[in-house]
């Protein structure tokens, strides 16, 4: 959605969820100037339509900002078009201290020049010129931040140490359909040839790996089976690696998943760590599958600082972990009980969902809006498979 603020024209995007963030993205669209439709639900609820005008507002307003990290992917665009941005500094999730100075930086070997008064960040460049930009970190954010930056940049961009998460390649491929020159998107070196046009495309987006996961982890917490129509299995070969350890037994039939769960998982060692690593957005599930496994197993987050604050919340529930750093050490019980307990953001939020189903008694999920950020009726799809779920 970012991405179609590089040129004027009518953009149509399939396989697009009714989420809150698509909503909050496609208001700071509307805000800058752009018109965003989605679908209606009876004829094509995924299909969201964007059409790019000829003059925008280059600003992300505050109070969008703060609601969702991810709008400062707008940055790097509006730069690149319009060679100015005025961008609220980022909200969103509360898992621990996320500067964004990395992109600012990697703008920065660009051509451009930032600063920051009053809340927000302002970027100008009279031309951005390609170069050589080597991230600290693979920053998901940065690198599509960068690559967006760069389509429209004098001259050859090469980015390196760049994020290799299937996304990347996804939002190359869609740049490329523009008629962007990306080369290696999907590995950790990315070379972008900067071009003066670019024009609008239909797009297919990619399924969303972190919502199949969530699907996995409940058949997995509540035994049973499942398939996953759309679920790519070569977008989580790790995680079904480690899944697989545990017990639960997935197989990759090419366009969906069949997953079945044994009467008990057994526990593993999980370490999170950028693609094709285990996601740090996966460990919440993954905790909440080894609090009810055989064994103890040893979590350690090397990804965000911050991100163990729902752990409490499954303690309610009577698990048992212990958290000693960057680890969490989590000894299975025999079941959980239910519990009113708090989501601190979208994937610890469905973890605890995930808990409840496996939970004796009732759970009663607050703070439930951070879950409607990253799902679309993960309720009724919940209660199709047989949960009692409302």
């Known amino acids: 959605m970012a991405a179609s603020v590089l040129a004027p024209g009518r953009f149509t995007l399939r396989n697009v969820p009714r989420i809150a963030d698509v909503a909050l993205m496609a208001e700071l669209l509307d805000g800058m100037g752009a018109t965003v439709t989605h679908g209606s639900s009876d004829t094509a609820p995924d299909v969201l339509t964007i059409d790019v005008p000829e003059v925008m507002v280059p600003e992300a307003p505050y109070d969008l900002v703060e609601r969702m990290r991810a709008s400062i992917v707008v940055l790097g665009p509006l730069l690149a078009r319009f060679g100015e941005a005025r961008v609220?500094?980022?909200?969103?999730?509360?898992?621990?201290?996320?500067?964004?100075?990395?992109?600012?930086?990697?703008?920065?070997?660009?051509?451009?020049?930032?600063?920051?008064?009053?809340?927000?960040?302002?970027?100008?460049?009279?031309?951005?010129?390609?170069?050589?930009?080597?991230?600290?970190?693979?920053?998901?954010?940065?690198?599509?931040?960068?690559?967006?930056?760069?389509?429209?940049?004098?001259?050859?961009?090469?980015?390196?140490?760049?994020a290799r998460e299937p996304e990347i390649a996804d939002l190359a491929a869609f740049l490329n359909a523009m008629g962007a020159e990306v080369h290696g998107a999907g590995g950790s070196t990315i070379t972008v040839e900067g071009v003066e046009r670019l024009h609008p495309v239909t797009h297919t987006v990619v399924p969303d790996r972190i919502e199949a996961a969530t699907y996995l982890a409940a058949v997995g917490m509540a035994g049973g089976a499942i398939q996953l129509h759309g679920a790519r299995a070569d977008h989580m070969e790790m995680l079904l690696e480690k899944l697989g350890d545990m017990g639960l037994r997935v197989d990759d039939g090419g366009d969906v998943l069949w997953a079945t769960a044994p009467d008990r998982l057994r526990s593993v060692d999980v370490s999170t760590l950028p693609y094709p690593g285990v996601a740090t957005d996966y460990k919440p599930l993954l905790v909440a599958l080894l609090s009810v496994a055989d064994g103890v197993g040893i979590l350690t987050e090397n990804v965000f600082a911050g991100r163990f604050r729902y752990i409490p919340e499954l303690v309610r529930m009577g698990a048992d972990i212990r958290v000693e750093g960057h680890h969490a050490v989590v000894r299975g019980v025999e079941a959980l009980s239910g519990a009113p307990v708090r989501a601190p953001d979208i994937r610890a939020g469905a973890a605890l969902v995930v808990a409840g189903l496996a939970a004796d008694g009732e759970t009663v999920v607050a703070d439930a809006h951070h879950v409607e950020r990253g799902y679309q009726d993960l309720v009724g799809n919940l209660a199709r498979l047989g949960a009692d779920i409302s």
């Open 88 to 162: 609220s500094v980022p909200g969103g999730d509360d898992f621990g201290h996320r500067p964004i100075d990395m992109h600012l930086r990697a703008l920065e070997q660009l051509g451009a020049t930032f600063t920051t008064s009053h809340g927000y960040i302002e970027g100008r460049a009279e031309r951005l010129v390609g170069a050589r930009v080597i991230l600290e970190y693979p920053s998901v954010g940065a690198t599509e931040n960068l690559l967006m930056a760069a389509v429209r940049a004098k001259g050859t961009t090469v980015i390196d140490n760049a």
